[in-house]
């Protein structure tokens, strides 16, 4: 399927990451990957910088509060925090200087320098690009519980048309610096570009513009 999505027109820093050899991939084709491609990033990290137990790699300037989770395959880079409470689980990279609060689920994602995931927050099978924040209690679903038809719908290309991905579970493509208010909701399939400033108790669900054919 020709896509014309390209994640580096979302993440300005995509092509000079470690994730670069997918960068010609579909986003949605990255979360099912996840366990895979974190482990393949693991075998090539810097010897001695970072605490390595089992396939959990925490960089050695890192902070982890006792009480959170972890989850491997994981790489945590350098600068992150990581509160009490947090759960990753289901293969996760997460880049330098990342926060990731009290109560937030991160499953199966890829997490750029400088985003916040404040608290309460639950991330599924997604790429955020650099410097995004979520307020509180803000979520990106990653499955569409309320249909028959459990394929996730993504709008993008020419004309902004929905295209099936083949993927049962997607959250969202978010480019770098978005804003995601308080008790946001994020549908599975969004596509949120850099800068996109998401209001709080907003519900962002591409699929709702035009019937799914």
């Not at 690009?129 to 993008?156: L, P, T, W, Y």
Request: glycine share 16%; net charge negative.
């Amino acid at each position: 399927m020709t896509h014309a999505i390209e994640l580096a027109a979302y993440i300005a820093g995509f092509a000079g990451s470690p994730l670069a050899p997918w960068g010609a991939s579909p986003p949605w084709e990255l979360p099912p990957q996840a366990p895979e491609i974190v482990r393949r990033l693991l075998a090539g990290l810097p010897v001695g910088d970072y605490a390595v137990d089992g396939e959990v790699a925490i960089h050695r300037s890192a902070r982890v509060e006792p009480g959170a989770v972890l989850k491997g395959p994981l790489i945590l880079g350098p600068g992150c925090f990581v509160a009490a409470g947090a759960y990753l689980r289901g293969g996760n990279w997460v880049d330098a200087r990342c926060s990731i609060g009290p109560g937030v689920e991160l499953k199966s994602s890829f997490v750029f320098e400088g985003t916040a995931l404040a608290h309460f927050n639950f991330v599924g099978d997604s790429v955020i690009g650099a410097g995004v924040n979520m307020e509180a209690g803000s979520i990106v679903c990653n499955h569409r519980n309320e249909r028959a038809d459990k394929q996730v719908f993504v709008r993008g290309g020419e004309g902004g048309a929905l295209q099936g991905t083949g993927c049962e579970k997607f959250g969202a493509l978010v480019g770098d610096g978005v804003r995601i208010g308080a008790n946001a909701v994020i549908a599975p399939g969004a596509l949120l570009a850099p800068g996109r400033v998401v209001g709080r108790l907003a519900l962002v669900d591409d699929e709702l513009a035009q019937k799914v054919a």
